[in-house]
């Protein structure tokens, strides 16, 4: 795969970048007082990589991979502003520093459902912290940390295991209300959305027989959804997108 979007992952990184006084240098890493920092793309392993080295006495230390990020010829620029933005938190993190923002956590605002048009996958977002409340200072550290909804990140790190404790659980009144909100979900939402849920429940399911037939039961009265469910469980593992995202 070309390059040709290494630009816009380190255009995403810049501000940061410029706000710590790294500056460029000749062999195309970036350096201040006290770290280097390198941003790669690996051709064999299809992954862009975030290497940070300490600087001390002016001597640069070993370099780490500190995160990385699977890019294939799938991936689209908006997805290499991803990548810029997992590893601005991560270089952020490494070096202590916690994100500036005029509001604190708390004050991050919650998503909201359109009354117009089909449901989008923000919309989605509601629901689901709606139906598991715990996820709503997941939702908001999330948003305080990235400044932006990864939303395939956030389900995959945080959506899908609660999923899984649902359909684990044997709870028929749970596993019903979670049937209704994505069986609504499947029917208004939009292609974005309706493509998530269905990734959202493959994801939980994956490689897990008794969630898959736990799937299966929920969505047995909605043959179109099962038969979504059961296509995309045998063809998901092929998409390396999804499955570095929502397969934890």
Known sequence: ????????VIEEMQPFLDEQSF???????????????????NESRQMYTLNVAEIADGEIGEFKEISAWLFDDSQTAKDAASVGMDFTASLRKNMGIKL???????EVELPTVSKIGSITVTGFA??????????KDEYKDHIA?????????FFGEHLVPHIKNVL?????KQIKKLYDILGDMYVKGDKDTVNTVVA????????DENTEKAVKDMLADN??????????????PKSKKLMAALVK
Do not use: I, W
């Open 168 to 172: 684990s659980s044997g709870n028929k």
């Open 126 to 135: 509601k629901k689901m912290l709606d139906f598991f409340p715990s996820l």
């Open 200 to 207: 959202v429940l493959c994801a939980a399911a994956y490689n």
């Open 145 to 153: 940390q990235y400044g932006n909804f990864l939303y395939l990140n």
């Open 23 to 41: 500056k460029l240098s000749a062999d195309g890493s970036y350096k201040n007082d006290t770290r280097a920092v390198k941003v790669e793309y």
């Open 1 to 8: 795969m070309d390059n040709r979007y290494f630009d816009k």
């Open 223 to 236: 043959n179109h959804f099962l038969l979504a469910f059961e296509s995309f469980l045998k063809t998901m």
């Open 100 to 106: 500036k923002r005029t509001a604190s956590g708390e």
